[in-house]
């Protein structure tokens, strides 16, 4: 039974930070894709970043420069830094999780192809 639960969400002010956090359980194997996928009012879920087992990564263009993915494989966290913050990355965040075959994550602009996700946290940027 697969679990991903999101921290660190909140409200901050425009050119601020947060870091998010996503604690997993339940991964049998390394070889997953983990992503941040965030999703305003109105808006289709959209992809931010994704990791996979090997450490590469892959961003948004909306968000290169000013977020980073990371995970802490001894704690089964996944991160997502979060710098210079914009009032458009105002959204619920969620961290989702798929099997990964050959280390090949799926296209961020396909959220529908990760199997587990989050309830999400709320950031607001104001």
């Known amino acids: 039974h697969v679990q991903l639960v999101e921290s660190g969400g909140g409200s901050v002010q425009a050119g601020g930070s947060l870091r998010l956090s996503c604690s997993a359980s339940?991964?049998?194997?390394?070889?997953?894709?983990m992503g941040w996928f965030r999703q305003a009012p109105g808006k289709e879920r959209e992809g931010v970043a994704a990791?996979?087992?090997?450490?590469?990564?892959n961003y948004a263009d909306s968000v290169k420069g000013r977020f980073t993915i990371s995970k802490d494989n001894a704690k089964n966290t996944l991160y997502l830094q979060m710098n210079s913050l914009k009032p458009e990355d105002t959204a619920m965040y969620y961290c989702?999780?798929?099997?990964?075959?050959?280390?090949?994550?799926?296209?961020?602009?396909?959220?529908?192809?990760?199997?587990?996700w989050g309830q999400g946290t709320q950031v607001t940027v104001s």
């Open positions: 339940g991964l049998t194997d390394d070889h997953y894709c």
């Open positions: 989702a999780a798929v099997s990964s075959t050959g280390g090949v994550c799926p296209h961020l602009g396909r959220p529908w192809t990760y199997a587990y």
């Open positions: 990791t996979n087992s090997a450490g590469s990564t």
